[in-house]
C-alpha cells in the first residue's frame, strides 16, 4: 500500500492543480453562497468518486498484475498520452487567442452564473458535475492513478482507502476554499486568494512538469516491463 501511495501522491497532486474548479468555486462562495458551493462541490467530488470507481473496477476486473505484457502496453499508451496533453497545455499557453472554449465560456458567462446560481443554489449540482466530467487534464491523471490502484497488491479496505485518498487529493479545489472559509473566514479569504494567485502563475507549469514526469516514469517501466 506505501508502494502504491508514493505514487498516487504525485499524480493526485497534479490532479488537484486545476485553476478552472478553483476559480468556479471561488465564483460561487462569492455570487451564489455557501449553498451553491457546497452543492457544487458535491457534485464534482461525487462524479471524481463515480469515474474512480468505475476505472478501478474496471482494471481489477481485467486482472492487470496478471497480465504483465498487457500492463505494460498499457503504461506506454498511457505515458505518451500524458506526454501529449502536457504538449497541448504548453502549446495553448503560448497562444492565449486559442484558449479551449470552455475557459472563453466561463469568462463570458460569469455574470449569468451570478444571477442563476444566487437565486437557484441548486443549479450547482449538475454544473459541478459538468466541471469534473470536462476537466480532461485532472481526468487524465486520474486514470493513471486507478489503474495504479487496480493493480495494487492490496486487500479491499486498503483499496477504497487508496480511492478515498486519490479523490480527496484530487478535490481539492473545491472543498479547500469551503473548509478555510469555514474554519477562518478572513484569514481563510486571505489565503485563498493567494493560493489563487500562486495557481495563476505556476498552475500550468506544475501541471506540465508532472504530466512530463508521470509520462516518462509510465514509458521507462513500460518498455522495462515488455
Known sequence: MIAALTLLLPLGLGGAVSPMLLTEQTVLLGTGGRRAANRFALG????????????????????????????????IFLGIGLFAIGCAIHYFGRHPLRRPAREQALEQGTERKRQSFSSRPDAAFPFGVFSMATNFTTLALVVVAAKEIAAADVNTVERIVLIVVLVAICSIPVWLPLAATKVAPETGKRALHGFHRLIDAHGRTAVIVLLMAAGTFLVARGIFDV
Open 44 to 75: 464534482a467530488v461525487l462524479t471524481l468518486l463515480a469515474i474512480v470507481v468505475l476505472l478501478v473496477f474496471f482494471g481489477h476486473v481485467i486482472q492487470l498484475p496478471t497480465e504483465p505484457t498487457l500492463s505494460a502496453s498499457l503504461d
